[in-house]
């Protein structure tokens, strides 16, 4: 899963030889530093939808990727702060974060009070707390460990008792401007202006850079506890709790300082949907520049989006339009696209998906999803193909086959070399290797064998308006067009049946079945071996009962065993479905 850690270039926590000495430092003395996220807030602006610290960005919501940075640092504690849905909030963190060390705890804020009054619920929670508290806003999905790493290695440098994270942006709407001295320090935070920033006499601020508050804070635990005490006991509670711990600061001379993010991105936040386009189209870009160093060819960088637990391996190809999501994997030789959808998937070597949506599946090396077609949570082995079908929770064996324009429904099996054509719906049945159903028929609840091959317009008749019933098809049958099976009923081994055949009773195998007027069916024992010989169907018939025969080789030469060269007696307690009496009177 990648993190903002591996896609920020300028992170120097990389392991190398020897490990990684910053962070170990980091861990050796986490018990003094301690997180904490806003997550309070009721983003009217965002409008009806989730939460606002829960719309994702990148495959994640904005509150774990926030979660995910701060967890760099290793905190000793990390308290979220809900408030608005609450509910939704806390049941994101027990799903996303339960096996985290610490997990995160809660603490809620009964009203919306503003930042300040967010961050004084949380300071409750952490009572006995003295080391550094790190403050962060739960819509700053673009944060990285790095930044906050350095603000808080700067704030505990300096001995501030506050230290803010900066950045300059062109709009400065909806952040607060930082001031400073002439010597370049901390005088004062302008509270946000929701309008656009406009220079004095009235012109656009246009491009230039205003340095702005990012929301981000350090603070020493003893002088923000002290302050919000001051505040309590003054009865200054009704303003912005943030402006006033900085007055209390001030008053008391106590040092704040500012750092600023290296990369102005990284202090972006999502109020509104014309921010939260913003932050996922800076995030999809830093993804993929990741991959393109890693060797990975994206055509169209703008067009492609790749989640954040997305993996692809170098040598794996992404055309325009395409979008790789969730935990899905890219093996190299792969090429997705274009105007695709993988997600939550395994896409194996040299396998294809073009036009089309995968999800929940995996595909085996060479695999090929052709366009138009929906996969959905099924598998397919090394070299299957699927043609503008859909695939439904069924599984394809090795050079399998379906489509165009298939619908394989749940339960389906096709073992290697199967193939469903077109216009066939197929559901909760298996099909053995190289059997097949060439086109336009329905098999329900069916077992049909290896090297059967069902004709077109046939269909399995399995419901009788109370239980469905199954269907079992011998190997190397071949049933003809326009039949129909009436469950439950079992057809044996080399058995075939002529055009229009009506089969609701058990064959025998190596039969052949035909229907006589609208409804009679008659069956002539041994008619496979007699006026086959040789066939694979008549082989199968032979051994199926217990006899041999001659068969084809691969190669054209011919097999020579002994056969029966009459027609064998009926199976034991087999009874012909039609007399030569009855025929005659048919």
Same mark, same amino acid.
């Given at each position: 899963?990648?993190?903002?850690?591996?896609?920020?270039?300028?992170?120097?926590?990389?392991?190398?030889?020897?490990?990684?000495?910053?962070?170990?430092?980091?861990?050796?003395?986490?018990?003094?530093?301690?997180?904490?996220?806003? =997550?309070?807030?009721?983003?009217?602006?965002?409008?009806?939808?989730?939460?606002?610290?829960?719309?994702?960005?990148?495959?994640?919501?904005?509150?774990?990727?926030? @979660?995910?940075?701060?967890?760099?640092?290793?905190?000793?504690?990390?308290?979220?702060?809900?408030?608005?849905?609450?509910?939704?909030?806390?049941?994101?963190?027990?799903?996303?974060? =339960?096996?985290?060390?610490?997990?995160?705890?809660?603490?809620?804020?009964?009203?919306?009070?503003?930042?300040?009054?967010?961050?004084?619920?949380?300071?409750?929670? $952490?009572?006995?707390?003295?080391?550094?508290?790190?403050?962060?806003?739960?819509?700053?999905?673009?944060?990285?460990?790095?930044?906050?790493?350095? @603000?808080?290695?700067?704030?505990?440098?300096?001995?501030?008792?506050?230290?803010?994270?900066?950045?300059?942006?062109?709009?400065?709407?909806?952040?607060?401007?930082?001031?400073?001295?002439?010597?370049?320090?901390?005088?004062?935070?302008?509270?946000?202006?929701?309008?656009?920033?406009?220079?004095?006499?009235?012109?656009?601020?246009?491009?230039?850079?205003?340095?702005?508050?990012?929301?981000?804070?350090?603070?020493?635990?003893?002088?923000?506890?002290?302050?919000?005490?001051?505040?309590?006991?003054?009865?200054?509670?009704?303003?912005?709790?943030?402006?006033?711990?900085?007055?209390?600061?001030?008053?008391?001379?106590?040092?704040?300082?500012?750092?600023?993010?290296?990369?102005?991105?990284?202090?972006?936040?999502?109020?509104?949907?014309?921010?939260?386009?913003?932050?996922?189209?800076?995030?999809?870009?830093?993804?993929?520049?990741?991959?393109?160093?890693?060797?990975?060819?994206?055509?169209?960088?703008?067009?492609?989006?790749?989640?954040?637990?997305?993996?692809?391996?170098?040598?794996?190809?992404?055309?325009?339009?395409?979008?790789?999501?969730?935990?899905?994997?890219?093996?190299?030789?792969?090429?997705?696209?274009?105007?695709?959808?993988?997600?939550?998937?395994?896409?194996?070597?040299?396998?294809?998906?073009?036009?089309?949506?995968?999800?929940?599946?995996? @595909?085996?090396?060479?695999?090929?999803?052709?366009?138009?077609?929906?996969?959905?949570?099924?598998? @397919?082995?090394?070299?299957?193909?699927?043609?503008?079908?859909?695939?439904?929770?069924?599984? $394809?064996?090795?050079?399998?086959?379906?489509?165009?324009?298939?619908?394989?429904?749940?339960?389906?099996?096709?073992?290697?070399?199967?193939?469903?054509?077109?216009?066939?719906?197929?559901?909760?049945?298996?099909?053995?290797?190289?059997?097949?159903?060439?086109?336009?028929?329905?098999?329900?609840?069916?077992?049909?064998?290896?090297?059967?091959?069902?004709?077109?317009?046939?269909?399995?008749?399995?419901?009788?308006?109370?239980?469905?019933?199954?269907?079992?098809?011998?190997?190397?049958?071949?049933?003809?067009?326009?039949?129909?099976?009436?469950?439950?009923?079992?057809?044996?081994?080399?058995?075939?049946?002529?055009?229009?055949?009506?089969?609701?009773?058990?064959?025998?195998?190596?039969?052949?079945?035909?229907?006589?007027?609208?409804?009679?069916?008659?069956?002539?024992?041994?008619?496979?071996?007699?006026?086959?010989?040789?066939?694979?169907?008549?082989?199968?018939?032979?051994?199926?009962?217990?006899?041999?025969?001659?068969?084809?080789?691969?190669?054209?030469?011919?097999?020579?065993?002994?056969?029966?060269?009459?027609?064998?007696?009926?199976?034991?307690?087999?009874?012909?479905?039609?007399?030569?009496?009855?025929?005659?009177?048919?």
């Amino acid at each position: 899963m990648i993190s903002q850690k591996i896609l920020d270039r300028r992170s120097e926590w990389r392991s190398g030889p020897g490990g990684d000495p910053e962070r170990r430092a980091r861990e050796e003395h986490a018990r003094e530093l301690a997180a904490v996220v806003l =997550a309070a807030g009721n983003g009217e602006r965002m409008g009806p939808g989730p939460q606002k610290v829960l719309r994702e960005v990148g495959g994640r919501a904005m509150l774990g990727h926030v @979660l995910d940075a701060v967890a760099e640092l290793a905190p000793r504690r990390t308290v979220v702060v809900t408030g608005h849905q609450r509910a939704d909030v806390e049941a994101y963190l027990a799903a996303r974060f =339960a096996d985290a060390a610490p997990a995160p705890e809660t603490a809620v804020q009964e009203h919306q009070g503003g930042y300040g009054h967010a961050l004084l619920a949380a300071v409750h929670r $952490l009572p006995d707390f003295t080391g550094t508290i790190l403050v962060s806003c739960g819509d700053a999905p673009l944060l990285t460990g790095d930044t906050l790493a350095r @603000l808080v290695a700067e704030h505990e440098k300096a001995g501030n008792a506050m230290t803010l994270l900066s950045g300059h942006l062109p709009d400065s709407a909806g952040y607060s401007l930082v001031l400073r001295s002439e010597v370049g320090e901390y005088e004062a935070l302008l509270p946000p202006d929701r309008g656009d920033r406009r220079e004095p006499g009235g012109s656009p601020v246009g491009g230039r850079l205003r340095e702005v508050g990012a929301g981000v804070y350090a603070f020493d635990a003893t002088a923000l506890r002290a302050a919000f005490d001051d505040l309590l006991a003054s009865g200054r509670t009704t303003g912005e709790y943030l402006a006033t711990v900085l007055d209390h600061f001030t008053a008391h001379d106590l040092r704040v300082g500012i750092t600023v993010a290296e990369d102005p991105d990284d202090i972006l936040g999502a109020n509104d949907q014309v921010q939260l386009a913003r932050v996922r189209a800076v995030l999809r870009d830093r993804i993929n520049r990741w991959w393109l160093a890693a060797g990975v060819d994206i055509a169209d960088p703008a067009t492609a989006w790749i989640d954040v637990g997305a993996r692809l391996a170098a040598g794996a190809v992404v055309l325009p339009n395409t979008r790789v999501l969730g935990s899905s994997s890219v093996a190299s030789g792969a090429v997705i696209g274009p105007d695709t959808e993988v997600r939550d998937s395994a896409v194996g070597e040299g396998a294809l998906v073009e036009r089309s949506t995968v999800t929940a599946s995996d @595909l085996g090396a060479g695999a090929r999803v052709r366009a138009y077609s929906t996969v959905f949570k099924s598998e @397919l082995g090394a070299g299957a193909e699927v043609t503008s079908s859909v695939l439904d929770q069924a599984a $394809l064996g090795p050079s399998a086959q379906v489509g165009p324009y298939a619908y394989v429904r749940p339960d389906t099996r096709l073992d290697k070399g199967a193939k469903v054509g077109t216009f066939v719906e197929i559901k909760n049945s298996t099909l053995g290797a190289g059997a097949k159903v060439p086109h336009l028929s329905y098999i329900g609840d069916a077992d049909i064998g290896e090297g059967s091959n069902i004709g077109g317009l046939s269909g399995f008749a399995n419901y009788d308006g109370r239980k469905k019933y199954r269907s079992v098809v011998g190997r190397n049958v071949r049933i003809g067009g326009q039949n129909g099976l009436i469950a439950p009923v079992t057809i044996g081994d080399g058995v075939y049946s002529g055009a229009r055949a009506l089969i609701a009773e058990d064959v025998p195998p190596g039969a052949l079945v035909i229907s006589e007027g609208s409804l009679k069916q008659r069956t002539i024992p041994g008619w496979v071996q007699k006026n086959r010989p040789g066939s694979a169907s008549a082989i199968a018939a032979a051994m199926a009962q217990g006899e041999t025969g001659e068969m084809e080789t691969a190669d054209g030469a011919r097999q020579q065993v002994p056969r029966t060269t009459g027609a064998p007696e009926p199976t034991a307690g087999y009874e012909p479905s039609t007399t030569d009496d009855e025929r005659s009177l048919s």
